[in-house]
Nanobody, 115 residues
Framework: QVQLVESGGGLVQAGGSLRLTCAAS????????MGWYRQAPGKQRELVAV???????SYAGSVKGRVTISRDNAKNTVYLQIDSLKPEDTAIYYC?????????WGKGTLVTVSS
């Protein structure tokens, strides 16, 4: 099995920055896609950013230019740097790992942005 543990969430003022971290452990493949999704209150979960083990990245249009996803394959860790935070970024941020036909999720980390 695979475990994903997120950290780095918290309360931040609008305009501030946060760095989220997700560490993966367990039976991991060399080829995978790791990324971040978020779910705001009353809304569906949505993609924020993903990065493959081959360095291909993809960002949601709503965060492009403010978010950077990076990955340390040796540490099985993915990071999400969010700058210029806005109140609408408030959500639970979930780490996701896709490998083979399997899809894994972390428990999430709450990001709250105050205006």
């Amino acid at each position: 099995q695979v475990q994903l543990v997120e950290s780095g969430g918290g309360l931040v003022q609008a305009g501030g920055s946060l760095r989220l971290t997700c560490a993966a452990s367990g039976r991991l493949f060399s080829i995978s896609v790791m990324g971040w999704y978020r779910q705001a209150p009353g809304k569906q979960r949505e993609l924020v950013a993903v990065r493959s083990s081959g360095r291909t990245t993809s960002y949601a249009g709503s965060v492009k230019g403010r978010v950077t996803i990076s990955r340390d394959n040796a540490k099985n860790t993915v990071y999400l740097q969010i700058d210029s935070l806005k109140p609408e970024d408030t959500a639970i941020y979930y780490c996701n790992l896709k490998q083979g036909t399997m899809d894994y999720w972390g428990k999430g980390t709450l990001v709250t942005v105050s205006s």
